[in-house]
């Protein structure tokens, strides 16, 4: 069985779907509101399973109803909860504004998130030596996901580092020890100080990261799909074309889908094209867990889009 670790966060998502930003000053009335469970860890490790891998979450709550509320939605979902600590501030909370073209702003309040501290890592090592994948985001402390590296390194466990939000400060000497590193163009921009505007330039600033060691350079282009850049070989492997309503947690599905389809033995570039598949289908839906599927689930919104098309 696919055997995957997600250390990361976990955020209450308040999404307003407006028809514009307010300019400063105005009030405006927004059409539509929806609560639901985020934060970009807790979206990749609620992907991995609802496909069906063994997931261990180590993350930390907050001392508050919604951390509560957080830790039964992880049991709903079959996510190991060994890894979870409560901490002594409130939760994490989003609050994110989907305009009508699908796009997003977010601002995310770390709360509990912040107590996820490389000493908390000590005490919950043993759920990152058995996985066949560790998967880290960027809305922790990037000090504990140095210490996670090191220990994975330890394990011999490969990693994936999403370095999602962009953090200027990011370690690049961590950053070429991990198997798997995927930003977005931005992202890719921020760590390298390099255009990211066309597919040659992202090359250009892939390679510079491949040859300070990073192994795979997994680059995600919206609804152009992703771009798989290693030493001697790169690819673009197309996105699927579907009606976005919301693309908010797109790039989590497509990761946490990534390291199901990985762990369970894939070759990176199937596990690109279903993770591809898997990340389109969760645009056609609101909100960021709400929109993953789980695999009976997607095989019949692929078929149902398949018919459409
Ligand atoms: P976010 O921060 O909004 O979660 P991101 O910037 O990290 O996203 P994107 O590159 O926007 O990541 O999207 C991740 C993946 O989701 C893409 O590689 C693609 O597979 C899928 N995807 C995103 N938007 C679309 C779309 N409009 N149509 C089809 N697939 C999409
Ligand atoms: O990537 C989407 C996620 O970013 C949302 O769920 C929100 O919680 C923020 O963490």
Do not use: C
């Not at 580092?161 to 930003?183: E, G, Q, R």
């Amino acid at each position: 069985m696919a055997k995957v670790t997600v250390i990361g966060s976990n955020m209450i998502d308040l999404t307003t779907y407006v028809n514009r930003i307010p300019v400063e000053g105005e009030t405006i009335e927004a059409p539509e509101f929806e609560m639901g469970f985020g934060g970009k860890g807790a979206n990749q490790a609620i992907a991995a399973a609802r496909l069906g891998s063994e997931v261990n979450f180590i993350t930390t709550v907050g001392n508050d109803s919604f951390g509560n509320e957080q830790i039964d939605n992880y049991k709903k979902n079959g996510i190991r909860t060994d890894g979870i600590s409560i901490g002594h501030q409130s939760s994490g909370v989003a609050p994110i504004f989907v305009d009508p073209t699908s796009d997003n702003r977010i601002l995310i309040i770390k709360g509990a998130n912040k107590e996820l501290t490389p000493e908390v890592l000590d005490d919950k090592q043993y759920l990152i030596k058995d996985a066949g994948l560790l998967v880290l985001q960027q809305e922790i402390a990037l000090e504990t996901n140095y210490h996670a590296i090191d220990l994975a390194q330890q394990y011999g466990v490969p990693v994936l580092l999403n370095p999602a939000p962009a953090n200027d400060h990011l370690n690049i000497d961590y950053v070429s020890k991990v198997a798997f590193f995927t930003p977005n163009e931005t992202e890719l921009a921020t760590l390298t100080g390099m255009p990211t505007s066309n597919v040659e330039e992202i090359k250009s600033a892939a390679h510079y990261l491949i040859d300070r060691g990073v192994g795979n350079l997994i680059i995600t282009l919206g609804s152009k799909g992703a771009l798989w850049v290693t030493k001697d070989h790169d690819e673009i492997v197309p996105g699927m074309k579907v009606k976005a309503i919301d693309t908010t947690g797109a790039g989590d599905s497509f990761i946490g889908s990534f390291a199901h389809y990985y762990a369970a033995g894939e070759e990176i570039p199937l596990a690109l094209r279903h993770a591809n598949q898997y990340a389109a289908m969760t645009v056609t839906k609101k909100g960021t867990q709400k929109s993953y599927p789980n695999a009976e689930k997607l095989n019949t919104m692929l078929s149902d889009y398949a018919e459409k098309i």
